[in-house]
Structure formats: C-alpha cells, structure tokens
C-alpha cells in the first residue's frame, strides 16, 4: 500500500496495442493517456522501443520527455528472453545473456525499476544478476498462465527465487491465473474461426474441470476440432489460469510488481478473474508495489474508459478491505 493507503496503479501500454499497431494511437498518445490515467506505466520492449532490444538516442529523449510532461513514474520493462529466434536451433546461453544484456540496460536507462522478465531465462538468471544489481534494476518472473502458482513450473520459477534469496530477483504475477471463467472475448474468437457451438461447449466444460491444455487439446481433436483451430484453442488455455487468489499470501514476499489483466469490465466489476480476492490478499499482506492495468480483451472499444473502470473497481476492491 502506498502512504495514502491505496494501490499504487498503473498501466501497461500493451493494453492499448489494438490501438497502436493500427495507427490509432502514437506511442506518444499512448503515454499521454497513460498520464490522464495517473500514476505508473509500463512499457513492453519489443512492443514500444525503437531500436529494441537496443537504446537510441531517440528513443530515450522521445520517452524521458513524455515522462516528466505526464507525470509518470516508470515501474516494469517487459524483456523477452526468446530462445526461438533462430530458425535451425535454440539459442544457447551465452546467446540469451548476450541478448538480454542490452534490455537490463535499456530498462535502467529508462528509469524502470523493475525488468519483467520470462521463464526462459531461468537458466541464465543467476549470470545476469550481477549486472542487475550494477545497474539498480530488479528482474521478476512474470507468472502468467501456463506458470500457475500451484504448476509444475510455476513451482520451479518460485523455488528458485527462494533460493537465490536475492532482492533483485522475484515473481511478477499475472491476474490471468486467477480466472473464474472463460472469457467471452475468447469464446467469440473461437466461433469466428469456426470452432462449432458443440465444441465450445466441450471447451468450457474442459476448462471448469481444470483440465491442463495439453490434455484438452488431444479430447477436442477427438471430439472433431479442426487443426487449423488448435491456435484458438492455445490462446483460452494460454490466458487464463486456476491458481487460488490465497497461494498470492505465500508468495508475496517475492512479489516485485502486479499485472491486472483483465478482458472486460460489466456493471462495474471484472466478471472473468476473482480481482475482489485478489485485492483483498493484497491489502491485508500490505502489499506496497505497483499493479499495472492490463486489457487484454476485444478490439474494437474503448480502451482507455475499460482501464479507467478497471483501475475505479480496484480502488474500490483496496478501499473496501483497508477499512476492515
């Protein structure tokens, strides 16, 4: 929590890609916005930085400029540690600490505290810790759906982190772990891609069960879905996780920054991740980092009004528990 008691909000400007890769929205509209909204923001570096995975001089200014105009505090940069790259072989670890090096340089030179960072880099993460204590900038394992808290992997990206006990090293969670159903959104791409109604019934239900993605996938092809609808099918399993809004308690110590993806926003409330509980753990383990607003639905609306209402019910969520 922050002095004043409430979350430290922000947002993400990958929740204004739709807008972006159209040509709606410059990056420099997207900051301003991001300014109308207050607080933090966060970048995606090969999404937002010209020059990625380098810093030009550009870049820099056209970013540090819109900074101080808006009154934006920068809190994570999204890195990527993408070892598939190349075509004929995975990148080996000297290439990934090559190819994340420049990010963490990029991330301190912005003014980001905080360097999102993937499980691929698991394998190099205690080689890069130096340069990030060097360069004053704390790397956190984004937990985004497969890596469920309770997962497998999620489980290995945690351990870890208790491990190497360093404070430039934690968990970054992604509320799309913490889903209570499909998203509509989802749902409806599926159908347009021609995934049938008897199929997407077999989806949700398959999903209600908690059935792990690689074993629905092998049921829905029995069941009659067509390969070239396997990507749609990917995509539900692939935003939307099981993990339980009380497992963020033992984990919290670690936890450096908050993704608060979302898909849509009805009557005031979220209707497909438990942000009520959500919230609630974060107030009472009084959780003092940022929480970056994440749309992540439909095309086509009204971005900025969705985060608006999104950051409004998080607000309410924080005071409503503060006050217990």
Known sequence: MSADGHLRQGVTLHSFTNEYITYKWSLEDTLQLAGLLGGGVEIVGPSHQRGYPYLTDEFERIFKSSIERWGLSPTCYGTYADPFMLKDRDLNDDEMVEYMTPQLKSAAALGFPVARIQYFAHTVVERLLPLAE?????????????????????????????????????????????????????LDGARQAGVTEELIGHVIRLWQAKTAGEDALPELLRLGLRKQNIGNIEFIWGSL???????????LPHV?????????????????????????????????????????????????ELVRRQQSMVRRYAEKYASC
């Open 241 to 251: 996780g099981h993990s339980e809004p009380e497992a963020l308690r033992s984990i």
């Open 134 to 186: 060097k360069l004053g900038v704390k790397m956190g394992y984004e937990l985004h759906v497969p890596l469920m808290i309770e997962s497998r992997m999620g489980q290995k990206l945690i351990d870890q982190v208790h491990g190497i006990n360093s404070s430039f090293l934690g968990l970054i969670p992604d509320t799309g772990i913490f889903a209570r159903q499909i998203a509509q959104c989802r």
């Open 256 to 304: 450096i920054h908050m993704h608060a993806k979302f898909f849509d926003m009805h009557d005031g409330d979220e209707p497909n991740i438990r942000f009520e509980e959500v919230v609630k753990v974060l107030v009472e383990e009084n959780y003092s980092g940022w929480i970056s607003s994440e749309y992540e639905g439909a095309p086509g609306v009204d971005t900025f």
